[in-house]
């Protein structure tokens, strides 16, 4: 079984960047011969292993939306088969880092959407010059603080699940 190589998950994080239709995943995945239906997707995305999709609507008269993942998904499932290539279970993979990355990423996801909402209110809002210079300064250093928070509880989440590296006590004493 060969996974995507990080050039090929970069150009598809480059040509989707708006998001991902899972039948486009699971070809890329059937492409390289890695085993992945839709349903074993959608359990990934139940069990918390992948972020959930967001509808969009299709352009035309009556074409309805469909579901795009963001494109880390592609990564998620490439680390997943790695990590069961390994000899771990999806039990494993749950109590690893894997899902709490993507909780994490989802709140970098939704502090997005918070921020340009923000943005649009200052936009449309009727402030004065000067202190709508203020409020979109405040805003650009909250979105810098909301970067690094997230940066730092990724590095923390990354030092509590990572496989002990001989820093724990010796339990035959």
């Known amino acids: 079984m060969e996974l995507l190589r990080p050039e090929e998950i970069e150009q598809v994080e480059r040509d989707h960047a708006q998001g991902v239709p899972a ?3 699971v ?6 011969g890695v085993a992945l239906s839709e349903a074993t997707f959608r ?9 959930r999709s967001r509808r969009v609507g299709r352009k035309g008269k009556h074409r309805g939306s469909q579901g795009l993942y ?3 998904a592609v990564r998620r499932i490439n680390a997943i088969k790695r990590m069961m290539a390994q000899g771990l ?12 990355k993507n909780h994490i990423e989802h709140a970098g996801r939704e502090l997005t959407v918070v921020f340009e909402g923000f943005e649009r209110q200052l936009e ?3 402030f004065s010059a000067a202190h709508r210079k203020e409020l979109a300064g405040e805003l650009r250093e909250l ?3 909301s970067r690094q928070l997230l940066q730092q509880v990724s590095k923390f ?3 509590v699940t990572a496989r002990d590296q001989g820093h724990a006590v010796a339990k035959e004493a």
């Open 23 to 25: 039948r486009l995943i």
């Open 143 to 145: 979105r810098v603080q």
């Open 124 to 126: 449309q809002r009727d």
């Open 70 to 72: 963001p494109v880390e």
């Open 89 to 100: 279970t999806i039990e494993d993979i749950k109590a690893s880092f894997v899902v709490l």
């Open 27 to 32: 070809e890329l995945f059937a492409k390289k």
């Open 43 to 51: 359990k990934y995305v139940q069990s918390g292993l992948l972020p």
């Open 157 to 159: 989440g990354s030092a």
